[in-house]
């Protein structure tokens, strides 16, 4: 065989050698453009592949928000269908106010109100479990420079409205009432109208304060609380607002009659 194949060679010319070298190197031209083609498209499948798998984890993702999102409005629905629930009871309280003829009887059922509301709106308020708040309404003093809180909810100190004012020109709760406009503050100690109070040792950092007539009532809260919670303050200070008028109302009639029965009594 060795001496076939080397008669074969012997009797070949040189350019059949360079021929075939030629023709080699095409050969291997043409291969290896293949294996780079191949290995090119193999790429651009495995790209293509992680591309979809990219997208999918994107819908996931785009998914599970969606349902997070779901779950946080249907579970806000249920929290103010309840909240209009109470302040419908709180509003038919305030109308049967309307029918009681006894100025001194009137009176006690505003009061009452008021507090059953302020005490309500305290609880109401926590949309998240673990929230805690308290509720207070400042009135100002007759000479128009501070206010002092003339009704609050449980989480106060037992003195509070004794020994606590604020001045209506440096406070959140002065810069609502002279504004007209509510302040909804996440961390009210970098307020610039904010001082602490030395007597306290609350962890109270967030607080919400709605003007009303001659007053303000405000919300205090440990984490920041959102607009819902604002709106809500301003729907329970409606209600407050109607008892303090009713309170007032009967006050004048009360203080009538009172002066009424003093002259007829000094006849």
Not at 98 to 109: A, G, H, L, W, Y
């Amino acid at each position: 065989m060795a001496d076939i194949l080397k008669e074969f060679f012997s009797k070949l010319y040189p350019w059949h050698f360079h021929v075939a070298g030629a023709m080699l190197l095409v050969a291997l031209a043409l291969f290896l453009w293949f294996m780079i083609f191949g290995v090119r498209k193999f790429s651009q499948t495995v790209d293509s592949v992680i591309e979809r798998d990219k997208e999918a984890q994107n819908l996931r993702n785009e998914l599970a928000d969606l349902k997070a999102a779901k779950e946080t409005n249907e579970a806000l629905a249920l929290y103010l269908s309840h909240i209009v629930f109470g302040v419908k009871s709180f509003i038919d309280d305030l109308n049967d106010l309307s029918f009681i003829q006894n100025p001194e009887i009137k009176m006690t059922e505003s009061y009452n109100l008021i507090q059953r509301t302020i005490d309500s709106l305290a609880s109401d308020i926590k949309f998240h479990s673990g929230d805690h708040h308290r509720c207070c309404l400042w009135l100002l003093d007759s000479d128009e420079t501070r206010l002092h809180p003339a009704f609050v909810s449980a989480g106060f100190p037992s003195n509070y409205s004794q020994s606590r004012t604020l001045h209506k020109d440096h406070s959140v709760a002065g810069r609502a009432l002279r504004t007209g406009r509510a302040q909804n503050i996440s961390n009210v100690t970098i307020d610039t109208d904010w001082s602490r109070n030395e007597d306290s040792r609350s962890n109270y950092n967030s607080l919400i304060a709605v003007p009303i007539e001659n007053g303000v009532l405000t919300i205090d809260g440990v984490s920041p609380m959102n607009t819902e919670s604002q709106y809500i303050a301003e729907l329970y200070g409606a209600v407050i607002v109607g008892a303090m008028n009713s309170y007032y109302s009967a006050h004048i009639e009360y203080s009538s009659y009172a002066e009424v029965a003093a002259n007829e009594e000094n006849v």
